[in-house]
């Protein structure tokens, strides 16, 4: 008898368990619990503070107030910039692989660090210009300028496997940042 008694004392104890178990996982609560691990989300990534180029002095909102007034609801046109140096004499083909490097790259970044600045370039139809430089030293003076105004850079350095020696510095990519603030820097230099 006494073995009795115990197993019908487990069962006692397993049938609560299983009731609980089929309660929680029922359909009606299923999708308002992926609804609100949706919006969870969401909250606790657009509240991550940023992070990685913070730190290397680029996009700081504040230098681009000084150098626009341009409201910060989205209406302000956005455009990112190609410099690519001509002293290298790199082929057509060349040159459009060190773009879309360069472009990619800036891309990748920003993507860890400032997505809202992306989202509103997006927004404005990812406007992108090619224009041309003389050589290292002068990208180097508008790599400087661009980072002293807050706007964000990436310079490719190519890997030497083709038409320019590894480690050449061959585009250097601004923006995307207001077009007031990209001009400030670029706007002199001629479309390639």
């Given at each position: ?19 609980w ?7 009606e ?24 180029n ?8 504040s ?53 809202n600045?992306?989202?509103q ?18 990208m ?27 480690g ?5 990519a ?19």
């Amino acid at each position: 008898m006494l073995g009795a008694s115990k197993s019908s004392r487990k069962k006692q104890q397993v049938k609560p368990e299983k009731e609980w178990l089929s309660v929680s996982f029922k359909p009606e609560n299923f999708i308002p619990g992926l609804v609100i691990g949706f919006i969870l989300g969401l909250f606790l990534d657009l509240s991550k503070p940023s992070k990685g180029n913070a730190k290397k002095g680029y996009f700081l909102p504040s230098k681009y107030q000084q150098l626009s007034p341009a409201s910060n609801n989205g209406d302000q046109e956005l455009k990112l910039v190609l410099v690519v140096r001509q002293d290298l004499k790199m082929g057509s083909g060349k040159i459009a692989s060190q773009c879309a490097h360069a472009a990619t790259g800036l891309y990748a970044e920003l993507m860890q660090s400032h997505r809202n600045l992306l989202r509103q370039w997006e927004l404005c139809g990812q406007p992108k210009i090619v224009v041309t430089c003389k050589n290292q030293h002068e990208m180097n003076k508008l790599k400087d300028a661009a980072e002293n105004i807050g706007l964000p850079t990436f310079v490719v350095a190519d890997a030497g496997r083709t038409q320019v020696s590894a480690g050449s510095k061959t585009v250097l990519a601004i923006g995307p940042g207001p077009k007031e603030a990209i001009d400030a820097v670029t706007g002199k230099l001629r479309l390639l």
